[in-house]
């Protein structure tokens, strides 16, 4: 770690979060070019962010903001489906591997074969969509609960609506219109919009949702 790192806002709140038990201790934050923003990556155990978004968007953020942006992402690694991210590559696996497609396979499996093929990847996209949508959901309400137990934040809807506004304003022209600039996952396709995850965050706990409450283990507690 260079000592820019070390001396740096960002490096500064995260070891923070890290001491309040909100970040996993074993968790490590590095830069990485090829990360489009800012990433939990829960097999590499740490959260990626791209030094030039970071710069571009979010260093001249509040503390706040910045807290909320690490957490949400620390949401993703403890709350999120750690073989989500596989579920695309099902429907990949299943060409290469299957024999039909080989030399003297069946004249009709082929094409049998190509449509079932088919129908999977549709479905195991769709899957794949909608859980990455109600992840995002998870995150948010990880996030929520910890500035409010820990910074007595008394709505991090704010918080949340300012930063995906904001960035929703420095957008290119070139981006779809209304879509967030690769900020709390960068796929456009599942993202719910700003006005409803605001308002998921500003709603009632309801019983379903207390699974989402922030409490560290004991490991994560501060010594």
């Known amino acids: 770690m260079s000592e820019a790192d070390r001396n740096s806002r960002l490096y500064r709140i995260f070891w923070e979060l890290q001491e309040k038990g909100l970040i996993d201790r074993r968790r490590r934050l590095v830069r990485c070019p090829l990360t489009v923003s800012m990433r939990g990556c829960p097999a590499l155990n740490c959260i990626r962010y ?8 979010l260093s001249g953020a509040s503390d706040d903001a910045l807290r909320f942006v690490l957490l949400h992402e620390e949401g993703h690694v403890r709350k999120g489906s750690s073989l989500l991210s596989a579920l695309p590559a099902f ?21 049998a074969f190509i449509a079932l093929l088919l129908l999977t990847a549709f479905f ?29 934040v008394g709505d991090p809807g704010d918080l949340l609506q300012n930063l995906l506004s904001g960035l929703l304003a420095g957008a290119s022209s070139s981006r779809r219109k209304g879509v967030i600039p690769g900020i709390l996952r960068s796929e456009p396709d599942y993202r719910p919009s700003i006005s409803e995850r605001v308002q998921r965050l500003r709603g009632a706990i309801d019983p379903g949702d207390r699974k989402t409450t922030v409490r560290p283990t004991d490991g994560d507690l501060p010594r």
């Open 50 to 57: 791209r030094p030039s978004f970071y710069e571009r968007n």
């Open 91 to 111: 429907p990949v696996l299943l060409f290469l591997g299957y024999p039909s497609l080989q030399a003297g396979s069946l004249p009709g499996a082929k094409p």
């Open 124 to 152: 195991a996209y769709r899957t794949y969509y909608h859980r990455m949508c109600d992840e995002e959901f998870v995150a948010d309400r990880y996030a929520a609960d910890a500035m409010r137990c820990c910074y007595r």
